[in-house]
């Protein structure tokens, strides 16, 4: 290491300068995560709210869907045809299962 005084280089375990007596402090640095332990953390927590987003999208598409069949339904009480909308709420209750298996697995 190099005094900051003098500029001489000295031991790095000296704790006084030998050249010009100056005190010698230490800087601890904290060490701070690399880019890359930060992206591999990232990555790792991005899988829960990932999870928790296809949940939630399952669940916007099951209530879409359950609306637009109960909407059809009371128009069509008086008679007539009425649609069920399978494929929306299959397809949530899908997003719905896939997102907990990510989140539980
Ligand atoms: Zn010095």
Known sequence: MRCEKCGKTIDNNSKFCEF??????KKISLQTPSPEAVFREEEA??????A???????F???VIGVVITWGSYSLASDGGT???FWGLIV???YKIIKGAYH???
């Open 60 to 62: 916007v598409w099951v």
């Open 20 to 25: 010009c007596g100056e005190k010698i402090t």
């Open 103 to 105: 989140l539980f697995s």
């Open 45 to 50: 927590s991005a899988e829960n709210p990932e």
């Open 52 to 58: 928790r987003h296809e949940i939630f999208i399952g």
């Open 82 to 84: 009425y649609f069920v």
């Open 91 to 93: 397809y949530g209750v």
